[in-house]
């Protein structure tokens, strides 16, 4: 099955700087990486994801680069701001999984005032 | 975006008793359910797939006759910890998906066992 690791597992950023958290996954017939954002005791949410036919997709703050050849993608996040503060997840997603996610192990995310 | 909703948000029962948890999704119809679990500062592991009006599939190590699953109609799905122990408070969460990528996750439900 899918193995999905995630790095750093906690990462403190100044406020205003960039943030990037890594992944690599295991199945390479996975063909779509979302990204979620959990703040303590809330649900996951979807914050950013890209498929299998895309290099990079951008959003706002907010971009995500896939290597395929390589298999793994990353999650940056410019101009960090407090609020970004959070456990964010990868995950992956084979071909006819039934759409199931794997999750990666989470990074914590703190921006420093 | 989506929205699912879940309840209860929080539940405390005595060990040995059952408890119901419900997902919903409220303006979409979800074709798949999936049910999670997650411990504290921990991932989330999935513990099954529900499709509608379909057996559940259950991860390995997911005991079926203590997490019961039932996805009765398109908007709902329901998973009954059966005789529950303390070991089983968690914080559980359901997501819910109507096209062929995205989930959308329930807010979450906190057992606690005692």
């Known amino acids: 099955g899918e193995n999905v690791e995630q790095h750093p597992s906690t990462l403190s950023v100044q406020e205003g700087d960039s943030a990037v958290i890594k992944c690599t996954y295991s199945?390479?017939?996975?063909?779509?990486f979302p990204w979620y954002k959990q703040e303590l005791g809330k649900r996951p949410q979807l914050i950013i994801d890209i498929r299998s036919n895309v290099g990079e997709k951008k959003d706002q703050r907010i971009a995500v680069t896939l290597n395929k050849t390589a298999k793994h993608f990353s999650l940056h996040i410019t101009e960090t701001q407090p609020e970004d503060s959070a456990v964010y997840f990868c995950?992956?997603?084979?071909?006819?999984?039934?759409?199931?996610?794997?999750f990666g192990s989470g990074t914590q995310l703190t921006v420093l005032p | 975006g989506a929205v699912v909703s879940q309840h209860p948000s929080r539940v405390i029962c005595k060990s040995g008793t059952s408890v119901k948890i419900e997902c919903r999704s409220l303006?979409?119809?979800?074709?798949?359910m999936f049910w999670y679990r997650q411990f504290p500062k921990k991932s989330l592991m999935l513990m099954a797939t529900s499709n509608e009006g379909s057996k559940a599939t259950y991860e390995q190590g997911v005991e079926k006759d203590k997490f019961l699953i039932n996805h009765a109609s398109l908007t709902l799905s329901t998973l009954t910890v059966t005789s529950a122990h303390p070991e089983d408070s968690s914080f559980y969460i359901c997501?819910?998906?109507?096209?062929?990528?995205?989930?959308?996750f329930g807010p979450g439900t906190r057992l606690t066992v005692t």
């Open positions: 199945d390479s017939a996975s063909n779509y």
């Open positions: 997501s819910a998906t109507g096209g062929p990528y995205e989930q959308y």
């Open positions: 995950a992956a997603t084979p071909t006819g999984s039934a759409r199931q996610l794997t």
């Open positions: 303006d979409f119809q979800a074709t798949t």
